[in-house]
């Protein structure tokens, strides 16, 4: 049974950083590409990074150079590393195996002025 759980988020000041993880079950995390989005109220879902099986990296331009994903095969787990963060980066944040129906459940990150 696929499961991903993310954990990590919290109410953090601009210009602070936070770290998620999301720890995956049910599958070996080193065969798959994994993603990180978001969703802030009122807006759709966007895909903020992507790591493909082989480390390759992917990011969206709002917020490339202050966030990094990362994957830990070992441990079944991604992380995405948040710097600088901005109030307009306040939304939920979902794990996905990419190209899949599977996702976490959310981690909530809310950033203040």
């Known amino acids: 049974q696929v499961q991903l759980t993310e954990s990590g988020g919290g109410l953090v000041q601009a210009g602070g950083s936070l770290r998620l993880s999301c720890a995956a079950s049910?599958?070996?995390?080193?065969?798959?590409?994994m993603g990180w989005h978001r969703q802030a109220p009122g807006k759709e879902r966007e895909l903020v990074a992507s790591?493909?099986?082989?480390?390759?990296?992917n990011y969206a331009d709002s917020v490339a150079g202050r966030f990094t994903i990362s994957r830990d095969n070992a441990q079944s787990t991604v992380y995405l590393q948040m710097n600088s963060l901005k109030p307009e980066d306040t939304a939920v944040y979902y794990c996905?195996?990419?190209?899949?129906?599977?996702w976490g459940q959310g981690t909530q990150v809310t950033v203040s002025s």
């Open positions: 996905q195996r990419q190209f899949s129906p599977y």
């Open positions: 049910g599958f070996y995390l080193g065969n798959y590409a």
């Open positions: 790591i493909s099986r082989y480390g390759t990296t």
